[in-house]
């Protein structure tokens, strides 16, 4: 019996807020009758008597997505964050009055209730008239409770572990919202809820002062090459010599063609200009095999785990075996502060420029790339280039027609990159600096909001508003 963990209940504490009648031991785990009997010593109440729980609404039968539109909030969008609808698709308005019971609106809390991102919770904080939601995700509207605060407890390990718990099936997670109703959530004082509101609301607008940042740099670029107001060109025919297509890049499909990407590189071509591989090192990762993935280990990015915006948490390791065996190459193929890491699989054309080493490796869909001159090409001003419509379009256009996307190293090498004024180059670090210092601000006040709902729990609300005040008070007001 050494090394096993029992639990043992009376009848009663089995029944205890369990419907389903669940009797499988992973439900009756120690840590987590230890969290429930932990909530239950507070002052609390179940979610269904301090809020409204609905589901959303999957597109009827036969019914597909528009260009354009009202935006339709799907699970991907909900990411333990702030939710966004920017690039979430459409439905017509027709549609969308068929499915007019299912809105989302600002300050619901969401939570993805089946699939493979079961459990990520949100909170809308944008504020338009429409918008629908997924049938993979449940709206809290809160009625009795600050929805910052309840935000912030499902982010927290008490609000975390119900979910976990209360999720049944492998292939195809579920949480029914009967379970989500009976969550229990502690009722802290009004006072303590406000303070946890005021981190939220300076984390959301943070967040988007951090995107105009970012929108103030792209503008600039635009601006300095021509292509600010550039609408790509529908014209469906555009007539290629042989010498001007397939000698010239071996290419036969007419997709490759399309006069919109032409029209892009000829404006770039306008003004000065070079290709990657003159800007730029490039060096190729490894492909260490699904063998070689560990729960613990090295961290093995891929590009699900690469944004232009940051990194997330990667999903695989790799297994020390590997590492040793490896080690020499493993130590090089570690990326170093002032990379731009790109990819060129699945989604490509995603630029990061890395801020510090990186403690793991990345996959062989990324390609790390280190700027040869920085007198001449600031690293951060190429990474925005490199995301911007300019060469998203260049990817597309090379990498288009494949189930799998996958863009050739050979093509990459020649992609065309606009060379500005260093001084606007300067301008434009400057704003990408700021944008990224500002989504980091906003990234610690939602810790900061979490830990402290975590702390109110565990110790006192008191204990907690010291942690805010030390955690806080560095901050720009």
């Known amino acids: ?44 109440q179940q979610l269904f008597e301090l809020s409204s729980i609905k589901g959303g609404k999957r597109l009827p039968l036969g019914e597909e997505f528009s260009l354009e539109g009202i ?16 690039n ?7 549609l969308h009055l068929k499915l007019i019971n299912y809105q989302t609106k600002r300050n619901d809390v969401l ?16 504020n338009i008239e429409k918008c629908n939601l997924t049938e993979n995700a449940v709206k809290i509207i809160s009625k009795k409770i600050n929805p910052d605060y309840l935000f912030s407890f499902f982010q927290s390990k008490f609000g975390k572990f119900q979910i976990e718990r209360e999720t ?46 970012y929108n103030q740099a792209e503008t600039l670029l635009l601006q300095e090459i021509g292509l600010q107001d550039f609408t790509p060109s529908k014209e469906p025919v555009n007539i290629k010599s042989f010498a001007d297509s397939f000698a010239a890049s071996g290419r036969l499909d007419a997709e490759y063609y399309q006069k919109k990407y032409e029209d892009v590189v000829n404006t770039v071509k306008n003004k000065p200009f070079d290709v990657l591989s ?40 790799i297994s020390s075996h590997f590492v040793k065996e490896n080690q020499n190459k493993v130590n090089d193929l570690k990326p170093k502060k002032g990379t731009i890491l790109f990819s060129k699989d699945g989604s490509v054309g995603i630029a990061y420029h890395l801020r510090q080493d990186y403690n793991g490796i990345t996959s062989g869909a990324i390609l790390h790339l280190n700027v040869k001159d920085e007198s001449s090409v600031i690293p951060e001003y190429l990474t925005l280039a490199l995301n911007s ?36 180059q300067q301008q434009i670090a400057e704003l990408i600096e700021q ?25 006192d609300e008191k204990v907690a508003l010291v942690f805010i005040k030390k955690e806080t008070e560095s901050l720009p007001s």
């Open 278 to 317: 003159n800007l730029v090192e490039i060096k190729k990762s490894i492909e260490p095999g699904s063998k070689n993935y560990v729960e613990e280990g090295l961290p093995f990015m891929r590009v699900a785990d690469l944004s232009k915006n940051g990194l997330s948490e990667p999903q695989k390791y």
């Open 88 to 94: 979430s698709p459409r439905i017509s308005e027709k």
């Open 111 to 126: 939570i993805t209730n089946v699939g493979n991102s079961i459990g990520d919770t949100g909170i809308v904080k944008f």
């Open 389 to 424: 419509k300019i060469v998203q379009m260049q990817a597309e256009r090379d990498a288009g027609g494949s189930i799998i996307l996958h863009w050739r190293s050979s093509e990459i090498e020649n992609v065309v990159v606009p060379i500005i004024d260093y001084k606007k």
């Open 168 to 213: 049944v099936g492998t292939a195809q997670p579920k949480l029914a919202i009967e379970r989500i109703r009976k969550f229990i959530i502690p009722t802290v004082n009004n006072k303590f809820q406000d303070k946890i509101s005021s981190i939220i609301k300076k984390s959301y607008l943070n967040k988007n002062q951090a995107k105009q940042s």
């Open 435 to 459: 944008s990224f210092t500002l989504k980091k601000q906003s990234a610690h006040l939602l810790e900061v909001a979490k830990r402290a709902v975590e702390i109110a729990i565990e110790e």
């Open 1 to 44: 019996m050494k090394g096993l963990e029992i639990s043992i209940l009376n009848l009663s504490e089995v029944k205890d807020n369990n419907e389903t009648q669940r009797i499988d031991s992973e439900y009756f785990k120690e840590e987590y009758l230890d969290k429930i009997r932990e909530l239950k010593s507070t002052k609390h």
């Open 71 to 86: 935006p339709y909030i799907r699970a991907q969008d909900v990411k333990n964050n702030f939710i966004g609808f920017e």
